[in-house]
């Protein structure tokens, strides 16, 4: 007898071809309309789907899980953070947890590349003047920005992504320096040229430029607050295209306006799409909306993670991505 196909439901529209092989796999119920679900159509899709596959907009917490059905065995997150999800309750629930990593690494190290250089040399700002009709034509003194070739990068969170930014980095002439939770691996270290922090309150104050790459954890929330973002020399630049609750947003701003933090270039933010109005009005600040992981080529290596996931665990194997607790 051929096996039941599961009851996939999809919080958000994704890519054609994504939702067609779906389709075509899984009993899939598609999310036509894009908006995020309410939180009465989420909970009426635990209460239903064997497979639920949420995104990071999606807040899968330990009240819905507690209130999901029993047939509710696979999360299957189109992203790569897991924060959106309570993994100790889908674990004490029997609900195994998958996510969509490495696919984005590349595309998130290009945003933040583009905002090491966009802020520092004041591309938003040039962008808005060339088109002001305002424009008096070329300055020695006109929209002077700072050179970034032969300065210091500090780089919160040496995953992937943190990785692949100093690649990036290094071609452009930074010198790289890292906090992480754990010593990267010396021939990493070696090939990078990159020197280790363990304190980060130490580096915080040597570097030019500090790039937030570590996932959001009860651990790293606010991480950069007030007091470390003080530590910031007030030439020194941030980029964060991580996740927002990893800085004290408020303070940032404030820091920002008093000019003792040179300026800031952000994908994330702590309560999106609500974008703080003090971060909004600095001409100092480079604001994107999420786009780290928006490209072609990364939406659809997100799906297609997204389907080995959902088709091996529904042949009764361990999916390829599962989550784990302990590796966040």
């Known amino acids: 007898m051929t096996q039941k ?25 598609l999310n036509e309309t894009d908006q995020a ?23 899968i917490d330990a009240d819905l899980i507690a209130a999901a059905g029993d047939q509710l065995k696979l999360i299957a997150s189109f992203g790569t953070g897991v924060d959106h999800i309570d993994l100790a309750a889908a674990r004490k ?19 933040a590349m583009a905002l090491m250089l966009a802020v520092p040399r004041r591309i938003a700002e040039g962008d808005k003047v060339a088109r002001s009709c305002t424009w008096k034509g070329w300055s ?31 071609g452009f ?26 304190s980060l309150d130490q580096m915080l104050s040597r570097v030019d430029i500090v790039s937030v790459n570590c ?39 404030d820091l920002l306006a008093d000019q003792q933090i040179a300026g800031a270039g952000l994908d994330v933010y702590a309560d999106e799409p609500n974008i703080p109005k003090g971060l909004v009005d600095l ?10 992981s928006a490209t072609i080529e990364g939406r659809l290596g997100m799906g297609e993670k997204v389907i080995i996931n959902i088709q091996t665990f529904w042949d009764g194997h361990t999916p390829p991505d599962r989550v784990i607790e302990a590796m966040l």
């Open 5 to 29: 196909k599961p009851l996939v439901i999809l919080t958000r529209t994704l890519p054609d071809s994504i939702e067609t092989r779906m389709r075509e796999l899984f009993d899939a119920k």
């Open 37 to 59: 679900m309410s939180s009465e159509a989420l909970l009426k899709a635990v209460q239903t789907a064997d497979v639920l596959v949420p995104t990071v907009t999606d807040r």
């Open 93 to 111: 629930k029997g609900i195994t947890v998958t996510n969509t990593p490495g696919v984005l690494t590349e595309d998130t190290a290009d945003v």
């Open 140 to 170: 020695p003194t006109g929209m002077l920005g700072r050179r970034i070739n032969g300065k210091r990068l500090g780089i919160i969170g040496m995953g992937r992504i943190g990785e692949a930014i100093a690649r990036r980095a290094r």
């Open 173 to 198: 002439g930074l010198s790289i320096h890292y906090h992480n939770r754990k010593r990267v691996h010396p021939e990493t270290e070696a090939e990078l040229e990159a020197t280790y922090w363990e």
């Open 215 to 253: 996932p959001h954890t009860e651990a790293t929330h606010q991480l950069l607050s007030r007091e470390r973002l003080s530590l910031l020399q007030p030439t020194a630049y941030l980029v964060n295209t991580s996740r927002g609750e990893v800085v004290d947003e408020a303070a940032l701003a």
């Open 283 to 292: 001409p100092n600040v480079v604001l994107l909306p999420h786009i780290g």
